[in-house]
C-alpha cells in the first residue's frame, strides 16, 4: 500500500481502492480516508481520526527508536563504564552530570540515556551530538507549544538494567543424554580414544536450559535472553 501511494504520487483514492476488504489495514485506512475528506495539506486533521493513544503511540515509538540507537552508540564508543558527559541518576532520583570530579563514585547501572523530548537533557559528550544529529536527519524537534501528537515531555531510562533472582536449570530433552553412560564406556574399543575425545566434546553441550529472572518495569525479557545465549567465552 505504501509503495502504492508513493507511485501514484499520493493518489487516495486509488491507494484505499487496493485495500483488502474487511478490518485489514485499519489505521492505514483511517488516515487515508481523513486525508480523502480533509485534503492532504492537512495531514494533522487526517490523523486525529485515530484513537488519542494510537496518535501517541508512533510518538513513543520514535522516542524508543532513537533510545535504541543511541544506547548501542554509546557501548560501542564509550564502553561498559561511566564516561565523562553521561548523565546519572544520584541517591535522590535527580538527573546529574558524569564529571572528572565525580566519575569514580558513579556506578554503570546509573547511567541514563534519554527518550527524547521538551524537557530531557542530553548526554554532555558524543552521545548527546548524535542525538541531535538523529533528530535533524529525521526532520524532528520537541517543542513544548507543539501540538501532543507531535512533541513529547521525555523521560530517561537505564542504560543498563540488572537482572534479579537469576537461576538456571538443566531441563531433561527428550533427544538423549548430554553425557555419556558407564555403559557407553564398556562398550567402547580402545583403538577408538580419539573418537571417545570428540563424543565427549559434542557432549558437553547442553540440549535444554530453563532460565528464571525479574526485570524491572519496561525492560524486556527477550533482550536478556539475548545477551545470555549471545554470550560465548570469545566475547
Not at 146 to 154: I, N, P
Amino acid at each position: 500500500m505504501r509503495d502504492l501511494y508513493i507511485t501514484s504520487n499520493g493518489n487516495v483514492d486509488l491507494t484505499l481502492s487496493a485495500f483488502p476488504r474487511g478490518n485489514g489495514l485499519a489505521r492505514e485506512r483511517t488516515v487515508l480516508q481523513g486525508l480523502k475528506r480533509y485534503g492532504k495539506d492537512k495531514p494533522l486533521d487526517a490523523l486525529k481520526g485515530l484513537n488519542f493513544n494510537v496518535r501517541m503511540f508512533w510518538i513513543n515509538a520514535y522516542q524508543s527508536l532513537i533510545w535504541n540507537k543511541m544506547a548501542s552508540e554509546r557501548m560501542l564508543r564509550l564502553g561498559a563504564a561511566p564516561a565523562i558527559g553521561d548523565l546519572f541518576m544520584d541517591s535522590n532520583n535527580e538527573i546529574e552530570v558524569v564529571t572528572k570530579a565525580n566519575l569514580d563514585n558513579v556506578e554503570l547501572l546509573q547511567i541514563v540515556l534519554p527518550l527524547p523530548g521538551y524537557r530531557t537533557r542530553y548526554p554532555e559528550n558524543i552521545i548527546g551530538d548524535l542525538y541531535v544529529k538523529a533528530m535533524e536527519q529525521d526532520g524532528v524537534k520537541f517543542v513544548q507549544d507543539a501540538v501532543s501528537e507531535a512533541t513529547a515531555k521525555g523521560s530517561y531510562r537505564p542504560l543498563i538494567v540488572s537482572c534479579d533472582d537469576l537461576a538456571w536449570e538443566e531441563v531433561a530433552s527428550d533427544q538423549g543424554s548430554t553425557t555419556l553412560t558407564d555403559d557407553d564406556d564398556d562398550d567402547d574399543d580402545d583403538d577408538d580414544d580419539d573418537d571417545d575425545d570428540d563424543d565427549d566434546n559434542d557432549n558437553d553441550a547442553v540440549n535444554d536450559i530453563k532460565f528464571h529472572f525479574s526485570l524491572r518495569s519496561g525492560s524486556y525479557a527477550t533482550m536478556c535472553l539475548r545477551e545470555i545465549m549471545s554470550s560465548t567465552l570469545a566475547r
